[in-house]
């Protein structure tokens, strides 16, 4: 579709990164993760997304406007991968998810960024959602090179199901181009936001990515 684009306010080498997707998803996973990837890491907002289709709404933050859709990244650093964060303040509407997944994956192509990695949260029936039960995380990959990093790192593969929205269409894109997309899929309650199930994919995240022992207690 067009009327999606992507406007670079600042000028970084990405070649390598990886991409984390923050788009709203079930329990607010990766918008938690998105936030807390950002605050944590330190990034700084590197570009916009914007389309006419968009809502018509400004986000005021210390005393700055910020548009719904933005792009954060931070440097390279030793042997961690570099980390570029898409984070929408809405939820794209269905007739909006083909185009905006194309836009983003089309970006990190362009850019030369290596792996898309999509936090979501999967609904399970008659979860327990008191105790000291931890949150199981699975993942499933676009190419054998996300396959193999999912194994590789003790992660549950998701077997069947079904995986919708932006993290579902970038899949699809990523296969079909032959790019790297892994979707970590955290049980997650439907109903409200899900800070303990974003938790377990920070931590999942960090053991495939950062190495940096992030703290994601205050989450739990």
Known sequence: MEGIQIYELKRMDLRGATVIDG?????????????????ALNLTQIGIMD?????????????????????YAGSKVDDHDQIVVF??????????IKAIAATVLDWAQDARCNLLVCPEGLIVDAREDE???????????STD?????????????????????????????????????????S????????????????????????HTELDARPLY
């Open 187 to 210: 049980e997650a309650h439907p109903d409200y936001p899900d800070a303990r199930a974003a938790a377990r994919a920070i931590e999942i995240i960090d053991k495939l990515l950062l």
């Open 23 to 39: 788009f709203p998803s079930v329990g607010l996973v990766s918008s938690i993760v998105a936030n807390y990837l950002i605050n």
């Open 51 to 71: 389309s006419i289709y968009f809502p018509t709404v400004a986000l005021v933050r210390d005393g700055q406007p910020m548009n719904p859709v933005r792009i």
């Open 87 to 96: 984070i929408s303040e809405f939820q794209p509407p269905p007739n909006l």
């Open 131 to 141: 105790g000291d039960r931890q949150v199981e995380v699975y993942g499933i990959g």
């Open 145 to 185: 090179k996300a396959m193999d990093m999912i194994r590789k790192n003790g992660i549950t593969v998701f077997e069947e199901g079904v995986i919708t929205g932006v993290a579902g269409v970038l899949l699809n894109e990523g296969r079909k181009r032959d790019f790297d997309v892994i979707t970590l899929l």
